[in-house]
Each structure stands twice: as C-alpha cells, then as structure tokens.
C-alpha cells in the first residue's frame, strides 16, 4: 500500500472521469459544433437508432428540446468512452508496471477511437493529448509528493488533478464556442454570384416590405426568424469549393455541377414558404423567405430522365434522404441565397433544393445528389412512418392578439396553402357560426407564398372564441376536421378562447 492516489480505486475512477470531460472539452475547443467534434458521430448514431414512435414524440412534443437532449446525451456517452479509455490504460499500466503505458494508451486509444469516429486524423489529438494529459498530471502529483501524511495528500493530489482538468475543460469550452460557426440569415454575407440579380431580389424584398400589413407585433412577410429542422442538432459544414451535385441513376448521362457553374448560371429570385410536416396545427415552423437559385429542371434534361416510377431520390452530406414525384422535382431550384444574402449553414450552404408546394422535409439542404429511381422507394422520415413528400395542407394560424385602448381587439396571423395560393381568410367570433372576412396583405408575384391576415372587433361582453379558415384560389375551405400531426401533418381550423 502506498499512499499513491493512482493506486486507489476511487482515485483511478476520479482521475479517468476528470480525463473524459477534458477530452472531449478538447476535442469541441479545436471544432466548436462541427462533425469533426468527437460527441458528432455519437450523436448522429443516436438520432438513427431512435425508434420512430420516439423520435416523432421527441418532434412533435419536444421540439428542439428533444434534440438538445440527444446531443447532451451523446456527450455524455463521449466522455464515458474517453474516460474508460483511461481507466483502461490505468489498470492495464498497474498490471504491466510500467508508468508510460497510462497516458500512452490513453493518448493512442482515445485517438484511434476518434479517428474512427470523426474520420478526423489531426483533429482526434484534440480529444486524446488533453485526456492523456490529465493522467500525467495524476502521475506526477503522486510522484511529487509527500509521505507525511497519506490520506489527505491524496486528497489533495485528487483536488489538483480535477481543478486542473476542469479549469482545461472550461477553458475548451469558451474556445469551441467562439469557434462553433453560427452563421445565421442575418450575419450570412451578401449574396454575390454572376448567375443572380441582386437588384431584382432587393427589389422583391422591399416590395415585401410594403406589401405588409400595418400591424405592430405581427411576424413580417419575410421571417426575421427562420425556423429550423433538421435531423441532427450539429450542422454539416460544407466548404463550397469541395460541393458538387451529381444526378444519377435511370438517366441517359449522369451529370455532375460544381458550385463555380452553379453560380453562373441564370439564377431566380422566387418567395416559398416553408412548413414542416411535424409542427402542431397553431406552430411556429412556418415561415417564409426570397430564395436564390436556379431551376432545376435544365439538369433533368441535360441528364435524360428514364425513370420507372417516375420519381427520385435525393441525398444529402447529412445522410438525410427522400423520395418523391419527378414532377415536384421539375418546379424545384438549387438555392444558394437566401433573402438576398448567401444561403446560411443552418439552412443548406452551399446549395439546397427548394420545392414548391409542398411540406418542408423535401427541400433538401447540403443537397448532393439526385437520383433518378426505377422503383419507389422510402425516405428519411417515411420510413419512420410520416407522409410528409407531398402538397403542403392548408393552415391559417393564430399568433397575435392584441387589445386595443379603445376596447377592440385585434388578432392576426398568417395563412398559406401552398402553391393554391390564398384568396381569403375568414375569421368568427362566436365559435364558427358566423363568418367575417378579414383584411389580407397585398399578394406577393410568386404563387408558394402565405399572406398576412388580420381582423379587428368590438369583443362581446364575456367568453368568446375566435375561429379563423382560409380559402385558397381555387375556392377550396381549408378542412374543420382535426387530425394530429402525425404521420400527415396537422388540420383543422386554429380556434383561441377569450375570457
Ligand atoms: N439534409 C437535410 N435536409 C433537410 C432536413 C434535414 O434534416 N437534413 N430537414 C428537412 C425538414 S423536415 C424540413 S421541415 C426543412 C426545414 O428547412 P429549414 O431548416 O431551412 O427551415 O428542411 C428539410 N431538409
Ligand atoms: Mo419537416
């Protein structure tokens, strides 16, 4: 027995634990939120492995919060891996009596480890010196000190070795965040491309700005905030100059497009609102923006399309997938800006897909190949169960409600229907038996796009409800009845009681 905090079991397991947050503190200070990070790939093979009836749960109830715990989860998981490799080495160095081995091979397993994970050879150090490093400070600790007296020396080396590694820990994470790029839509740079005309889409975007409603509180027509749904809670983070698309498959000639050729070609400026398949029926994953690109139909018939089933598969960096109609596909853009400024990674840079009309899952982002299919097959998220490839369902929904000085009320919102385009929003204030039309913004040129409605009324003395419908350009009445919103996205009228 020595008074050695190493040769303790609790000061082995406290000395690892210390290596695994160290590590992977490491790790995220060299990537920020990026794949290279070393809780990446763990968090990827969670988000997989999810049974389908959780991960809708997690969509559908949790909302983001479902993902932060996956990713606290995967960080978890990452530091009980480096830790173990510690420990490992800890024993397997007391069994062979040798001081190297401890850091050594938790140097070279922690890497080897991460190298396999992340694919990263130079980057995995990240994880592995900073974890090996805390063993050797543990080392040194207990070949530094003293003998007088055993217990609270060892107590003292623990202390040191955690403040040590924790202070590392804080210091690699401040680091990792400043580098974690967020490049949101409103820091992305301007968007400057031969193929694209920034004049026109200023143009459109100022002309959004005036076809607005002249309400205080009410979401704009071009959403200052964009929502976001993916797969993964870290972004791919593509470089440009490495993009390509290739279509592929039942084609004539494949084809591939590098991002230069993407920029020059004729590009257009088009407004589609997005809606994602997994919202509830009054959510917030509705929203709408200018989106630079261009069409992508010129490359399925520079390509020769022979497709069986006349649809395609379309793939992303992410290893998001989804099938759907050729025919949607023909109306679609390769976008790479967006609001007039360069596409942001959070939603797709370089270059995603865009489709008209329908729910949000196939505007594909970090797109990378279109493959034209022989067969049906299933997507990412059909293959969890949803229907969410096709036309986009009817909403108008309810977010502002506002009392005015002189009594009245005014609510408002947004409606869409997708490229049926809305003609009318009718709003009841008694439950839905009668009906009023209430005042919509000035349509915007392009047919995928939702318009601002609101209503002002003298609230009746007591309890009321408010219902609110839209009516597309066809004449269709968006459907009363209520269904929830998996597997084919939500229906029914938004309805809100007033006391
Ligand atoms: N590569 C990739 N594309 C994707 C997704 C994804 O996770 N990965 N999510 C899809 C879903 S479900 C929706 S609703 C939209 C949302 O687009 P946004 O994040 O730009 O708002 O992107 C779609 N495209
Ligand atoms: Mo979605």
């Not at 001081?99 to 130079?122: F, H, K, N, Q, S």
């Not at 050797?136 to 007088?148: E, H, I, K, R, Y």
């Amino acid at each position: 027995m020595t008074d050695d905090l190493l040769d303790t079991r609790w000061g082995r397991v406290l000395v690892s634990g210390a290596a695994g947050v160290t590590g992977v503190a490491g790790s995220y200070a060299l990537t920020g939120v990026s794949p290279a990070f070393l809780a990446s790939p763990v968090e990827r093979a969670l988000a997989r492995t999810m049974p389908g009836a959780i991960l809708s749960f997690a969509i559908t109830t949790l909302g983001s919060l479902g993902q932060q715990l996956n990713f606290l989860l995967a960080v978890v998981l990452t530091v009980l891996f480096v830790a173990l490799a510690a420990r490992a080495a800890l024993i397997f160095g007391d069994a062979a009596n040798n001081r190297a081995v401890p850091a050594l091979g938790t140097a070279i397993v922690v890497w080897v480890g991460a190298v396999i994970l992340t694919d990263e050879v130079v980057l995995s150090a990240g994880a592995a010196l900073p974890a090996a490093g805390v063993v050797v400070l543990a080392q040194a600790l207990d070949a530094a000190g003293s003998v007088t007296d055993p217990i609270s020396a060892k107590r003292r080396r623990a202390l040191g070795t955690v403040g040590v590694a924790l202070g590392a820990s804080a210091v690699g994470v401040t680091v990792g965040r400043g580098r974690s790029p967020t490049v949101t839509a409103d820091d992305a740079p301007p968007l400057q491309a031969p193929g694209a005309d920034r004049q026109d889409a200023q143009e459109k975007l100022d002309r959004a700005e005036t076809n607005g409603l002249d309400v205080a509180g009410l979401e704009p027509l071009v959403s200052d905030q964009f929502f976001e749904v993916d797969i993964n809670s870290i972004d791919p983070s593509v470089d440009a100059a490495d993009w390509s698309l290739s279509v592929t498959g039942a084609v004539e000639e494949e084809l591939s497009l590098d991002y230069e050729q993407l920029r020059t070609m004729e590009a257009r400026n088009q407004f589609s609102t997005l809606r994602c398949v997994g919202e509830s029926l009054n959510g917030k994953k509705m929203d709408n923006a200018l989106w630079t690109g261009v069409p992508v139909e010129q490359f399925l018939e520079e390509a020769g399309v022979q497709s069986g089933c006349e649809c395609v598969m379309v793939r992303a960096t992410d290893d998001y997938f989804e099938e759907f109609p050729i025919d949607a596909l023909r109306d679609g853009l390769l976008v790479y800006g967006m609001n007039g400024k360069l596409l942001p990674r959070s939603h797709g840079y370089p270059v995603r897909l865009l489709v008209p009309g329908h729910w949000g899952e196939i505007n594909v982002k970090w797109v990378t190949e279109i493959e034209v299919l022989e067969q049906e097959a299933q997507g990412y998220w059909e293959k969890r169960g949803w229907h969410g490839t096709g036309p986009v369902k009817a909403v108008a929904k309810l977010h502002h409600t506002e009392l005015l000085d002189n009594g009245q009320r005014v609510v408002g919102g947004h409606a869409y229907a997708g490229t049926r385009g809305v003609s009318a929003v009718e709003v009841s204030t008694d439950g839905g038996d009668t009906w009023t039309t209430a005042t919509l913004s000035e349509p915007l040129a392009d047919d995928d796009v939702w318009r601002q409605w609101s209503y002002t009324y003298e609230p009746p003395s007591g309890g009321h409800t408010v219902v609110v419908r839209m009516i597309d350009q066809d004449g269709t009445v968006q459907p009363r009845e209520e269904t929830g919103t998996y597997p084919s996205g939500p229906s029914g009228w938004v309805s809100r009681q007033f006391a």
